[in-house]
């Protein structure tokens, strides 16, 4: 579903931001680590200094309104620079099970933060793409 330059330009980008919505369709956006494989993108939920992690708003908003988008944007003051890429479609919370253990292997590889942190009993979040847009110079450069 990603062609090339948008895969390249994702797998270049540190951060992405997640925008979910409750049943009412209030918007909530965070700032988020990923990693993309196949047709799916996954955000693990990391450990948190203060609360319950599985009580993050985000996952309350999947667990009423599945649909969700993720963008990872670049901006520069040469505007002849700038890039997105969007990713819409479905989110699951994966809690345990071969992907959910693929996926925490894969952000461990992309992230060194998380080698660190214990993952294995927090949940996922997969994002099965079923559209992707984008904009600009999705050149993979910083």
Known sequence: MLNQ???????SRRIAHL????AGGTPHVVPVCFVIA???AYIT?????KGNP??????RNIAEN?????????????????GWVMLRGR???????SE???????LRARYPQYREMRLAELPVIAIRIDHVGSWGDLSSDP
Request: a negative charge.
């Open 5 to 11: 330059a948008q895969h390249r330009f994702l797998d």
């Open 19 to 22: 925008a979910t919505a409750d």
């Open 38 to 40: 196949g047709n799916s």
């Open 45 to 49: 939920i990391d450990e948190k200094p």
């Open 54 to 59: 599985r009580a993050l708003k985000r996952l």
């Open 66 to 82: 599945q649909r969700t988008a993720l963008v990872a944007d670049r901006y520069d003051e040469d505007w002849r620079r700038l």
């Open 91 to 97: 989110a699951e919370i994966l809690d345990s099970g």
């Open 100 to 106: 959910h253990d693929m996926a925490q292997e894969l």
